[in-house]
């Protein structure tokens, strides 16, 4: 999250967010652990998401630890006074990666894909890279390319955030490399090659935030919904993909290396209806939230 123009790794608890790193040293500090409470803490509770990720449960924990303290004591101050908790509406919240190693979208996964892009089924997951310049955050504007501004199309996605190193994995350990789940929006071109219409700035809102995976009992079973304009355009739910996580994961696993930070879109339920410039899009997903997002003509 953004705050002071200061870009801060942050943990959500209800409405409100708490620098992670901050809220760490203040634990720190009134536990008595550490003579120097930052130095601890900035060694515990890295700044920057991938890191942070590549710390694995351990990361997670000590986190946690402090955020359950502070929340039993009501403390909203750092060692030397300075502010640790904020309301959401004080900040401004960025895409929880902004430059993954990779941003991998999995395709032709829902059947209802399928018929509303009149594409085929190939009898396997397909997939295919968008470049980081896609990726924006919360309440960014997704820009339509002012050489192709009409028929872009977009969709909800349950998306993974992978946590642990893996290549040729099997669909049965999967889970165990998958640190959490976030929502990409898939914001197309119809009708362009796969080279441009997949692939153009701003085209891959990701966020609001990463919900742990130990928070999410059944990714295989969660609503997705998209909102045009508060108008509801897709309901489904993850149950309804041919191929199940497992299998799309083990099935990237087996050409590429996928590392911590590396993050996987599951796939849309499909979309015909076309975006326009001052529209408003929400993606939700259950148990994760809504990502925000306006539509503006690139200048």
Not at 5 to 26: E, K, P, T
Not at 216 to 239: E, S, V, W
Request: charged share 20%.
């Amino acid at each position: 999250f953004e705050v002071n123009g200061r870009q801060r790794l942050g943990a959500i608890v209800a409405d409100r967010v708490y620098d992670a790193n901050l809220a760490r040293a203040a634990y720190l500090a009134a536990k008595k652990i550490a003579t120097d409470p930052y130095l601890l803490a900035n060694a515990e509770v890295p700044s920057e998401m991938v890191a942070f990720i590549q710390g694995g449960d351990g990361s997670l924990l000590v986190v946690r630890t402090a955020l359950a303290y502070l929340e039993e004591q009501g403390q909203d101050t750092g060692p030397s006074g300075e502010k640790i908790r904020y309301a959401l509406g004080e900040v401004k919240l960025r895409t929880p990666i902004p430059h993954p190693g990779k941003l991998v979208c999995m395709g032709r996964i829902y059947q209802g894909h399928l018929e509303a892009s009149g594409l085929e089924n190939l009898g396997e997951p397909v997939y295919f890279i968008k470049p980081n310049v896609c990726i924006v955050g919360p309440d960014e504007p997704v820009l339509l390319p002012k050489v192709y501004p009409a028929r872009t199309t977009f969709g909800t996605e349950l998306t993974l955030i992978i946590g642990k190193r893996m290549k040729n994995t099997p669909p049965a350990e999967v889970y165990d490399h998958i640190w959490g789940y976030t929502i990409l929006n898939d914001v197309t071109l119809r009708g362009k090659p796969r080279t441009k219409n997949k692939m153009f700035n701003t085209s891959g809102p990701t966020g609001p935030w990463i919900v742990p995976k130990d928070q999410i009992k059944d990714p295989q079973n969660l609503r997705l919904q998209f909102r045009l304009n508060g108008k509801t355009i897709q309901d489904g739910n993850t149950n309804l993909m041919m191929w199940d996580i497992p299998t799309c994961v083990a099935e990237i696993a087996k050409y590429m290396t996928l590392e911590p930070g590396d993050v996987i879109a599951t796939g849309d339920l499909g979309a015909t209806e076309l975006l326009s410039p001052g529209d408003v899009m929400e993606c939700e997903v259950e148990g994760i939230g809504v990502l925000r997002n306006p539509v503006e003509l690139e200048g």
